[in-house]
Nanobody, 118 residues
Framework: QVPLVESGGGLVQAGGSLKLACTHP????????MGWFRQAPGKEREFVAS???????TYYADSVKGRFTISKDNVNTVGLQMNGLQFEDTAVYYC????????????WGRGTQVTVSS
C-alpha cells in the first residue's frame, strides 16, 4: 500500500515558520482522523495535532497549542503550519491516518525532518 508522503521539512532558525504537507493516496474519507506526530532523537514518538476530517474539529498537544495549526488543504492533503518554532520542536515529523483523535493510528508516512537552530 502506498504510504502517506510528508513534505516541507527543513532547517529553520528559532522563531521561524515552516509548513508541512502530507499527501494521502486518494481522497481522505470523512470518517478518518488525520494526525501529525513527531519523534526527537532519543525520545519516544509523541502526538502533535490531529483533525477529524469530516467535521474539521482539531486537537493539539499542549506544547504546540497556539503555535501550530493543522488544516485540510485539499481532498487528499493535510497541512501543519508551524509558527514560533523552538529548538525543542526539532524532530522527525510523521503524518498518520486513524480513527480517533489521539490513538489508533495505523497508516503512517516515513517522516520529514524539521531542525530548528537556536
Amino acid at each position: 500500500q502506498v504510504p502517506l508522503v510528508e513534505s516541507g521539512g527543513g532547517l529553520v532558525q528559532a522563531g521561524g515558520s515552516l509548513k508541512l504537507a502530507c499527501t494521502h493516496p486518494g481522497r481522505i474519507l470523512s470518517s478518518s482522523v488525520m494526525g501529525w506526530f513527531r519523534q526527537a532523537p532519543g525520545k519516544e514518538r509523541e502526538f502533535v495535532a490531529s483533525i477529524r476530517w469530516g467535521v474539521g474539529r482539531t486537537y493539539y498537544a499542549d506544547s504546540v497549542k497556539g503555535r501550530f495549526t493543522i488544516s485540510k488543504d485539499n481532498v487528499n492533503t493535510v497541512g501543519l503550519q508551524m509558527n514560533g518554532l523552538q529548538f525543542e520542536d526539532t524532530a522527525v515529523y510523521y503524518c498518520a491516518r486513524g480513527t480517533s483523535p489521539y490513538s489508533d493510528f495505523r497508516f503512517w508516512g516515513r517522516g520529514t525532518q524539521v531542525t530548528v537552530s537556536s
